[in-house]
């Protein structure tokens, strides 16, 4: 059974900074790309960045280049995002996702994957 955890989130301040992870079981983590999303109350589902089963490719959503950064640890089977420079508007759960790497990173980027996570919850005030 495939699991995603996220862990993480939390409340913070405007300028503030978090570092989002995701744990994942019951698939061969290093033969999928990697994504996260997010959901404000009221809106829809947003893709946030992807990563390739190597880690060698990364892909962000405008709304986030230049503050929040994809990496993955394969040997730990995890995956992050590091929130910097976090605003108001940043404020949603935040979802990991799993597609297997023959899928590509614009199958993540269009909304879609194979395995959900639950989300946690990040709040940032201001």
């Known amino acids: 059974q495939v699991q995603l955890a996220e862990s993480g989130g939390g409340l913070v301040q405007a300028g503030g900074s978090l570092r989002l992870s995701c744990a994942a079981s019951?698939?061969?983590?290093?033969?999928?790309?990697m994504g996260w999303f997010r959901q404000a109350p009221g809106k829809e589902r947003e893709f946030v960045a992807s990563?390739?089963?190597?880690?060698?490719?990364?892909f962000l959503a405008d709304s986030v280049k230049g503050r929040f950064t994809i990496s993955r640890d394969n040997a730990k089977n995890t995956v992050y995002l590091q929130m910097n420079s976090l605003k108001p508007d940043d404020t949603a759960v935040y979802v990991c996702?799993?597609?297997?790497?023959?899928?590509?990173?614009?199958?993540?980027?269009?909304?879609?994957?194979?395995?959900w996570g639950q989300g946690t919850q990040v709040t940032v005030s201001s």
């Open positions: 996702a799993a597609a297997p790497s023959f899928r590509g990173l614009g199958y993540l980027s269009s909304g879609y994957a194979d395995y």
């Open positions: 019951g698939l061969t983590f290093s033969s999928y790309a």
């Open positions: 990563i390739s089963w190597t880690g060698g490719s990364t």
